[in-house]
């Protein structure tokens, strides 16, 4: 099965730098990629995604990469804000539709005002 | 605020007993699933289900039981079999693609 890894595992980051989080998968046919953004003590919530046609997307100050061929996609966020703190986790999943989503184990960031 | 909702927020189980987690949506999504959350291991799928009536097993259902006789509704029973269920447990539901979050369960073992 799937198979998502996800690093580093903590992320300190100073405010105003950029913050990168790298995920790898092992499953050639997963096609669905996204980012989950949870703050402490509430539900993770979706913040970007990408499918496996498109290498990137941007959305303000995030964007994801994806690479296909090294079955690896990333998180940039860039201009850090202290609000930006959390744990993101990436997930892949495959199928036409809709499909089970398998997590990566998280990365807890920090952001020093 | 989401349309999914899971209760209690917090539960206590003694050693040995079953306990049921619920988890209803609203969003008419045909897709829920049960994911357990610990300290530094990420999302871990327990069970899925993406119609009424069916569902199947994730990477850890061993000692946990679910059904899904509503489209509204899939409890999860962790039962006495599951050796260490002390964890939180988040229910989401999907449309297409993405993935809805409930807020979530603590359940510890006293």
């Known amino acids: 099965g799937e198979n998502v890894e996800q690093h580093p595992s903590t992320l300190s980051v100073q405010e105003g730098d950029s913050a990168v989080i790298k995920c790898t998968y092992s499953d050639s046919a997963s096609n669905y990629f996204p980012w989950y953004k949870q703050e402490l003590g509430k539900r993770p919530q979706l913040i970007i995604d990408?499918?496996?046609?498109?290498g990137e997307k941007k959305d303000q100050r995030i964007a994801v990469t994806l690479n296909k061929t090294a079955k690896h996609f990333s998180l940039h966020i860039t201009e850090t804000q202290p609000e930006d703190s959390a744990v993101y986790f990436c997930a892949a999943s495959k199928g036409r539709s809709q499909g089970n989503l398998i997590f990566g184990k998280g990365t807890k960031l920090s952001v020093k005002p | 605020d989401g349309g999914i909702t899971q209760s209690p927020k917090y539960l206590f189980r003694k050693e040995g007993q079953n306990v049921t987690l619920s988890c209803e949506q609203n969003?008419?999504?045909?897709?829920m699933y049960w994911y357990r959350q610990d300290p530094g291991q990420g999302l871990r799928l327990i069970y899925y289900s993406q119609i009424v009536n069916d569902f199947q097993k994730g990477d850890i259902a061993e000692g946990y039981s679910v059904s899904r006789e509503k489209k509204e509704s899939f409890p999860l029973t962790v039962t006495s079999a599951q050796k260490n269920p002390t964890a939180f447990y988040l229910c989401?539901?999907?449309?297409?693609?993405?993935?809805?979050f409930g807020q979530g369960t603590r359940l510890t073992v006293v």
């Open positions: 969003l008419n999504h045909d897709a």
């Open positions: 990408i499918r496996s046609n498109v």
């Open positions: 989401a539901s999907s449309h297409g693609r993405q993935a809805f």
